[in-house]
């Protein structure tokens, strides 16, 4: 499987309902980033957690990382139909060349009813 | 808006033909990357390059080639289309130095590709 799965894959909510989506991965990482992506569009980054962060926020939006269990969780609160977009996580690994790599994940497409 | 454009948006061209992506970005950055992605799935890293006269390939094999001659150009080319490069062409560039982890990356709209 993918480093970087993301559950569930597709999410319904009506307007107003807190959102939540979840990101796996399977190697150590530096950091980790959320990014959304409108239909037919290039990604825009929302928000970065550090490794040895647990929270974040901004707006809306609150980002938890666990890394023991490999794993972060994005919350949108409030959900707005505006909101309806596909979320990905993307996973900063350091290499042994002292370069990194960014893989993104799966993707949650979330959809927010009127 | 993120100053990074990629043309054209959407492109439908014959099996065999010679297709030139565009890619230009005016914040200066040095890094830019190419990635490759079908509709709902995940994005794959197919070209990088961390400065003028630097790229690599990326995770997932392409038959593509790029160049960066100019910091603000990246262009992917493909000698000759085929009905599985029908995908969508991501685009985007970072401004970190090369051993910077924390570098958010910046996107382009994307160029939708149909080979017939």
């Known amino acids: 499987s993918q480093q970087g799965e993301e559950d569930p894959q597709a999410l319904s909510i009506q307007e107003g309902e807190n959102a939540t989506m979840n990101c796996s991965y399977k190697?150590?990482?530096?950091?980790l980033q959320w990014y959304r992506q409108n239909s037919g569009r290039g990604l825009v980054h929302l928000i970065l957690?550090?490794?040895?962060?647990r929270e974040k926020h901004s707006g809306r939006l609150r980002v938890t990382l666990d890394t023991s269990k490999k794993s972060s969780s994005l919350l949108i609160t409030a959900s707005r139909a505006a909101d309806t977009a596909s979320y990905f996580c993307?996973?900063?690994?350091?290499?042994?060349?002292?370069?990194?790599?960014?893989?993104f994940g799966t993707g949650t497409r979330l959809k927010v009813l009127a | 808006e993120a100053d990074i454009y990629q043309t054209p948006r959407y492109l439908v061209i014959g099996t065999g033909k010679k297709i030139t992506l565009e890619c230009s970005q005016t914040?200066?950055?040095?890094?830019m990357y190419w990635y490759q992605q079908d509709p709902g799935m995940e994005l794959h890293l197919i070209h990088y390059?961390?400065?003028?006269?630097?790229?690599e390939k990326g995770d997932l094999s392409s038959e593509s080639t790029v160049s960066r001659i100019r910091t603000e150009h990246f262009p992917l080319t493909l000698e000759s289309a085929r009905p599985s490069h029908t995908s969508q062409y991501l685009c985007?560039?970072?401004?970190?130095?090369?051993?910077?982890?924390?570098?958010?990356?910046?996107f382009g709209p994307g160029t939708r590709l149909t080979v017939l």
């Open positions: 914040m200066g950055h040095d890094k």
């Open positions: 985007a560039s970072s401004p970190g130095k090369e051993s910077e982890i924390t570098d958010t990356q910046y």
């Open positions: 190697t150590s990482i530096n950091n």
């Open positions: 993307a996973t900063a690994s350091l290499l042994t060349s002292g370069t990194y790599k960014y893989i």
């Open positions: 390059s961390y400065g003028v006269n630097s790229t």
């Open positions: 957690i550090r490794s040895n962060e």
